[in-house]
């Protein structure tokens, strides 16, 4: 099946700082890939949809000025997590729809801590 | 999109068989049925996936009835290393983001 790719796998950040994870579709072309963050003991829950090309679509609650994405390519969207806080620790789980559009990939998470 | 609901967890021993029934009774026309295993700190895999009747892969089995207002997955001879969340997701074919609901704690001990 299709892979998707997530890096880094797991990262730690002081409180303030910002920290990119990257989502990869390796051998198909993706248009929209989602963004979910799954707390401890809990469900994913989406964050945002990323389109390429355009402007990413987030679910309420969600502050597009903290979580910045970028779509520039078919094959790569990128989360940014701004001024990080230990709030902010979590697994963060991307995905892609595959060719047809009926199945979706998700890459293996993120576990961001913030110190 | 439809809501699900789920058992929040079950329990099984090894060689049993599983069955996980999930409901959706708002499920729309357009809609498949997808299931997903995570395990912790993973992301979800697919498992399988189908939208009327009877779906079997080499892991798994999509059982659902003709109102498709519910469906069961079923899981022959499970072992240790199928403890893990199963999700039941409900979506059309457009490009939607799928939303899970909670989920199903699966715990097979020896």
């Known amino acids: 099946g299709a892979v998707v790719s997530q890096h880094p796998s797991w990262v730690i950040c002081k409180s303030g700082t910002s920290v990119k994870i990257e989502c990869r579709s390796l051998?198909?072309?993706?248009?929209?890939m989602f963004w979910y963050r799954q707390f401890p003991k809990q469900s994913l829950m989406l964050m945002a949809t990323?389109?390429?090309?355009?402007?990413?679509?987030?679910e309420q609650g969600v502050e597009k000025d903290k979580f910045l994405i970028n779509h520039a390519s078919l094959t790569l969207s990128t989360l940014t997590v701004t001024s990080a806080h230990p709030e902010d620790s979590s697994f963060y789980i991307c995905?892609?729809?595959?060719?047809?559009?009926?199945?979706?990939?998700f890459g293996q998470g993120t576990r961001l801590t913030v110190v | 999109l439809a809501k699900t609901t789920q058992p929040i967890s079950m329990d099984s021993y090894e060689g049993q068989e599983v069955n996980i029934t999930c409901s959706h009774n708002?499920?729309?026309?357009?809609?498949?049925i997808t299931w997903y295993q995570q395990f912790p700190s993973q992301g979800p895999r697919f498992i399988i996936q189908?939208?009327?009747t009877k779906v079997t892969n080499e892991v798994a089995s999509l059982f659902i009835p003709a109102d498709r207002k519910s469906s069961t997955l079923s899981l022959p001879r499970v072992s240790l290393s199928d403890t893990a969340v199963y999700y039941c997701?409900?979506?059309?074919?457009?490009?939607?983001?799928?939303?899970f609901g909670s989920g199903t704690r699966l715990q097979v001990q020896p």
């Open positions: 189908g939208y009327k």
């Open positions: 051998d198909f072309q993706a248009t929209t």
């Open positions: 990323s389109n390429e090309g355009s402007k990413a679509t987030y």
């Open positions: 995905s892609a729809l595959g060719h047809e559009g009926t199945e979706a990939f």
């Open positions: 708002n499920i729309a026309t357009n809609d498949y």
């Open positions: 997701l409900v979506g059309d074919t457009g490009r939607r983001a799928l939303t």
